[in-house]
Structure formats: C-alpha cells, structure tokens
C-alpha cells in the first residue's frame, strides 16, 4: 500500500479493488468496536453504487460478522443517498445493502435500519429522513460515527452532483435533500455536506481508471470548483480516508498540492 496526505486527506493507494474492499472492511470493525466501546452505539451511512459491494459483503462473512458481534445489536444503519425508487427495486441502494450485508446480520435490530423511502414524493422523503435523523440522534447537529461514501467518474459523491444548488448551501440547516438531477432526468435523495462534514469518520472507496483524471482534479486544490463536488467533503473534526485502487490513482502525485491541509471548504 502506498500512502498519500493531501490536503487533509490520507490517501491509501491499494493494488486492486479486492485489496482496498478488505481494509474498508477492517476500518469498518475498528471504528464500529470503537464506537461501541466508547458510546455505547454505533451509527454508519452506507453508500450506493457498485464499489461498496465487495466491501459490505466481505463484512457478511463469518469471520467479519463474528468480529462485530458485540456491535451489530448496537448498530444504527443509515444511507448516503437514494435512488427514488421502491425499496425492491434493482436501482435501490437500500437493496444493495441490504442484498450484500443486512439480510445476512440478523442481529441488527430492523428498527435500527433506516432506510430513505426512495418511494415516496423527494421532498417529503427529504423531510422525513432530517426528522428521523434528527431524532435518532437527539439533535440537528448529527455526527455519524462513520459515512462511507463512492465518487461517481463526474466526481459527484453521495447524490450531490456537480453544480449541484447544494454545493452553495454547505452550511444551509437542511441535513438531507432530494436534488432534481439534470442528466438522470431524475430526484435522488441525499445527505448534505452539513451531515458529511460533521461525521467522525468518513471513508471514500474509488476504483478504476475512469475515475483517475477527476481524482486527480479532487485533490489538485483546495479551491471551491462546482464541478468536483467531493472535494467538499472534508470533515471539520473527523478523519477523512480515500482507499483508492492503483487505477483510479494513476494520476495522483506525492507532490503536495494547493493550500495547507489545515484550510477548510466550506461547508
Ligand atoms: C449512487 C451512489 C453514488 C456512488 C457513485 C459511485 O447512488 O450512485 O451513492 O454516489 O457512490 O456514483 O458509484 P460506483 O461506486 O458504482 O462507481
């Protein structure tokens, strides 16, 4: 593995997306033991997409569902973002994870799933997940113990697009929205940057030489750029790890870029 800090981030560089999957994974167990150990609780984002399945299925395994036994029961599950779609359908990130990892962790209370209701009208799906997280954490200010998230090869994360209006309104009061995006033709629902960047930890999976060039540009400044919308992701308390595979790292150079790591984007 090679290891990169850039601005503010530490970069892992793994061989493949086998090998990145697997220290996902173990970051998973540490940080879910941890916050266990220390709060008593434990309460993860999972993302959508296709990268995170190598990675949440690796957790459905004996050996990783063993080691997390004392934390599944203390285990809230949030996601990042959602397709607007039924909970069954083949688009739903609510089925991804609950296909590759949930259905196979019968000791995670089903009160303790929180799916977005990608069913519903956006808005008040939106406002139905704020309320829910709101509550579940006791404040408006939530910090997630841990938010996994993938970068799409435009550079969007969780379903904040690029030029997206939710880019300007990094430090507006809503915690989750439901963009129309333009080039989906669709409504996602999604995080805001308020809840990613307060979370503990937040760890980004990205694989694949599709996604070098627009990495590269992540992390070639720390300048706002509407049209790289997970440089904005950079937690103002928490620790932000990118495992990144061999591909998707081509273009990355050891050269320190732009500003201090210690500069923030506004969130
Ligand atoms: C989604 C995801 C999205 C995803 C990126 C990367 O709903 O699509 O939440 O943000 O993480 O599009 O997707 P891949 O990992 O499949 O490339």
């Known amino acids: 593995m090679k290891l ?46 296709s990268t995170p399945k190598a990675m949440l299925t690796l957790l459905a395994r004996a050996e990783y569902r063993e080691a997390l036994a004392s934390a599944w029961p203390l285990t809230s599950v949030f996601w990042t973002d959602e397709r607007c779609v039924p909970p069954d359908d083949p688009q739903s990130n609510f089925r991804m994870g609950h296909e590759t990892l949930l259905r196979h962790i019968p000791s995670v209370p089903a009160s303790q799933i929180h799916r977005m209701r990608g069913e519903d009208l956006p808005e008040r799906a939106a406002a139905l997940y ?29 379903s904040i697009f690029p030029h997206s209006p939710l880019l300007k309104d990094g430090t507006g009061d809503k915690l989750v ?5 333009k080039k989906l033709r669709a409504h996602r629902l999604t995080l805001t940057l308020r809840p990613l960047n307060h979370a503990a930890n937040v760890i980004f999976l990205v694989s694949g030489k ?45 050269e320190p870029s732009g500003l201090s790591p210690h500069a923030h984007a506004p969130v």
């Not at 940080?31 to 609780?41: D, F, K, N, T, Y």
């Not at 996604?211 to 790289?228: G, H, N, R």
């Not at 440089?231 to 790890?241: A, F, I, S």
């Open 4 to 49: 990169l800090l850039k601005n503010g981030a530490r970069i892992e560089i793994w061989r493949d997306l086998a090998e990145a999957s697997e220290r996902a994974a173990l970051l998973f167990c540490e940080i879910a033991l941890r916050s266990v150990a220390e709060r008593g609780r434990f309460r993860v984002a999972l993302p959508g997409g």
């Open 130 to 158: 704020s309320s829910l997280i709101e509550s579940e954490f006791g404040t408006s200010d939530p910090v997630f113990d841990l938010i996994l998230l993938g970068m799409g090869d435009d550079a969007h994360t969780a």
């Open 210 to 254: 599709e996604k070098s060039t627009l990495l590269d540009k992540v992390f070639a400044s720390l300048e706002e750029d509407e049209a790289l919308p997970a440089r904005y992701v950079r937690p103002l308390e928490g620790e932000l790890t990118w495992l990144v595979d061999e591909e998707a790292a081509r273009l990355l150079s050891s």
């Open 177 to 181: 929205a439901a963009p129309y995006v």
